[in-house]
């Protein structure tokens, strides 16, 4: 089921993106954002709504849908448009791209932050449960940016922003079907970028390690936990300066190449 409206209309015709400040890339000016309620996406958006973006936002919950692009509004994005949908439901994909498209006359952006954590515990003993879990976290991804690639592919320009994390560099036992999810779509990124980067289109993937927000509010909070807002600014300056991987915050990076580089007859008898 999906719903569609118009939160507010354009008062004037888009101009395409923001001028270039010196050394950085200019901001997205029609952005598609799937996954809209998440709080990186929201903190990144309010980042953009005062520079008089236009925004499709896509999720599940209509009630905090419309809450966030009311917010928008306010913060002086130039239109807002909403659409309620499951992401999970990869048929629908097309049919929710064209619109998007459609509305904002063209993209320049599109910002994946749609995902789960899911149950490790039950994904162990239940494959249904693991398989919805990469259904949400790299299927429906895949499906997107399926489409959005060769979106951008036709116009020779955009930016694919995609929230992945930092759980996709090695599996662990604590959440090794989530890391697993990630781990693929990163690889499929990684091909992604080969492939659109030649054609002026810049894929960045976002790798954010702890992040204080409501999918991780049942964890200890401790002190490598990033607030969405600091993740959000790491995110716009890369795109500002054409990055294709982040590592957010920045010591995940160094992090996660201790890990990475920890010899398996070891790594297998941590508890992680």
């Not at 996954?35 to 990144?44: D, E, F, M, P």
């Not at 116009?155 to 759980?167: D, K, M, P, T, Y």
């Amino acid at each position: 089921m999906r719903r569609r409206r118009s939160q507010m209309e354009s008062l004037e015709e888009t101009s395409g993106e923001r001028p270039s400040r010196p050394g950085k890339q200019p901001l997205p000016k029609a952005i598609l954002v799937l996954g809209a309620t998440s709080a990186i996406a929201q903190a990144w958006m309010r980042l953009l709504a005062p520079q008089g973006a236009s925004f499709f936002l896509v999720a599940r919950n209509a009630a905090h849908l419309d809450s966030v692009a009311k917010d928008l509004v306010t913060r002086g994005a130039e239109a807002v448009h909403v659409e309620t949908a499951d992401l999970d439901d990869t048929a629908g994909h097309v049919a929710l791209l064209e619109g998007a498209a459609a509305a904002l006359e063209n993209l320049d952006c599109a910002f994946i932050a749609h995902g789960v954590l899911g149950d490790q515990a039950a994904g162990e003993r239940d494959f249904a449960v693991a398989s919805a879990s990469l259904q949400t976290n790299f299927l429906s991804t895949v499906s997107l940016v399926t489409w959005l690639a060769n979106y951008f592919a036709t116009q020779h320009r955009g930016r694919l922003v995609v929230i992945s994390s930092v759980a996709g560099d090695r599996g662990r036992k604590s959440n090794y079907i989530y890391g697993a999810a990630k781990a693929g779509l990163n690889a499929f990124l990684d091909g992604v970028r080969n492939r659109l980067d030649r054609e002026g289109v810049q894929v960045l993937t976002v790798r954010p390690g702890f992040v204080a927000t409501p999918m991780t509010a049942h964890l200890p909070q401790g002190p490598l936990f990033a607030t969405a807002d600091d993740v959000a600014q790491d995110i716009l300056r890369a795109i500002e300066h054409r990055r294709d991987v982040l590592y957010t915050p920045w010591f995940w990076r160094w992090i996660m190449a201790l890990i990475r580089i920890i010899p398996e007859w070891k790594f297998k008898k941590m508890d992680l």
